[in-house]
């Protein structure tokens, strides 16, 4: 249901656009986030996207550096991110669900994921 793309390998300071492609009224239906798991670490909260707005969340080590948005059919979701850094590299997920603001850091709470995209940002 969920397709993500985009990741690759970029020397610091560089950018990478992530896509996550959804089919029917995925992105209507349910609240987006984005997420990332390092080697040996737990899934983190990297951004978020409610459904009935374009408002957005981010956490504290990417905000200002990172974009969350998406296109006007709402069939795709991005997320920009510039001024890449080493410690920016995991393996990216997107998620869906009916997650209410409160906890739209909690993975647990969304209900469909994508398969994930590897970035890896060399120094």
């Known amino acids: 249901q969920l397709q993500a793309s985009g990741g690759g390998l970029v020397q610091a300071g560089g950018s990478l656009r992530l896509s996550c492609a959804a089919s029917?009224?995925?992105?209507?239906?349910?609240?987006m986030g984005w997420f990332r798991q390092a080697p040996g670490k737990e899934r983190e909260f990297v951004a978020a996207?409610?459904?009935?707005?374009?408002?957005?969340y981010y956490a504290d080590s990417v905000k200002g550096r990172f974009t969350v948005s998406r296109d006007n059919p709402r069939t795709t979701v991005y997320l920009q991110m510039n001024n890449l850094k080493p410690e920016d590299t995991a393996v990216y997920y997107c998620a869906v669900g009916n997650v209410i603001l409160s906890s739209m850091r909690d993975p647990g709470q969304y209900i469909y994921w994508g398969q994930g995209t590897q970035v890896t940002v060399s120094s």
């Open positions: 996207m409610r459904r009935t707005s374009n408002s957005e």
């Open positions: 029917g009224r995925t992105f209507s239906t349910y609240n």
